[in-house]
């Protein structure tokens, strides 16, 4: 089995530990976020903050065990500015996000899972090696890194940044029916 390569650092994450991706080996699904917030970062653990929570709940509604799944993101440190005691999250560059990719390509050949699923922008950046518009491709399976089979859907924090009750309630109906996709295929492909 192979080993994982030191962690990358950015010039920005001085001396923060990295935050890891979790789940089994060989998981059939693989969940790749941005990277970690503001609570992962000091729990170390990836998506346990507001965001998590927010996965978890979409998880099960799709009938997903989470316990099942490889969830890690696409960049391993919090990138945040200090603003009044608080830590404001920063969106990772490219320069950030090609830093980290081959250890993201490393934990990929580690899982060989069936599908991966990229939660926004970023991590669908990462996987795929070029800036896509989430919009476009979004619920669909497509090669990813390694011809491996990736499904693109939105972030977890975009839904939680919607103002609007009704839009963001469909919205989360639409990106429960993305990881119910996730689900349909990878076990499609395991029977198959
Ligand atoms: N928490 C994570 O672990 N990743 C994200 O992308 C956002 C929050």
């Excluded at 998880?59 to 099942?68: E, T």
């Excluded at 009044?84 to 990772?92: F, I, K, N, Y």
């Excluded at 950046?125 to 390694?146: E, N």
Aim: glycine fraction near 10%.
């Amino acid at each position: 089995m192979d080993a994982l390569p030191p962690v990358p650092a950015a010039p920005w994450a001085e001396d923060s530990p990295p935050v890891l991706g979790e789940g089994p080996l060989h998981a059939p699904l693989m969940l790749v976020g941005e990277q970690p917030g503001d609570e992962e970062d000091r729990l170390g653990r990836p998506f346990v903050g507001p965001a998590g929570r927010l996965l978890d709940r979409a998880l099960a509604s799709a009938g997903i065990d989470r316990r099942a799944c490889y969830v890690t993101n696409a960049v391993k440190h919090f990138k945040f500015v200090p603003r009044g005691g608080r830590r404001l999250h920063q969106r990772p560059d490219a320069g950030d996000i090609t830093l980290y990719r081959p250890f993201l390509m490393a934990e990929l050949q580690r899982v060989i899972p069936r599908l991966v699923v990229a939660l926004g922008a970023t991590a669908a950046q990462s996987l795929l090696g070029r800036k896509v518009g989430v919009a476009k491709i979004r619920g669909q399976v497509i090669p990813g890194p390694g011809q491996r089979p990736t499904l693109v859907t939105v972030h977890p924090s975009y839904l939680l940044r919607l103002p609007d009750p009704a839009m963001r309630e469909a919205e989360y109906a639409r990106f429960v029916e993305d990881l119910g996709v996730a689900l349909a295929w990878s076990r499609a492909e395991r029977e198959g």
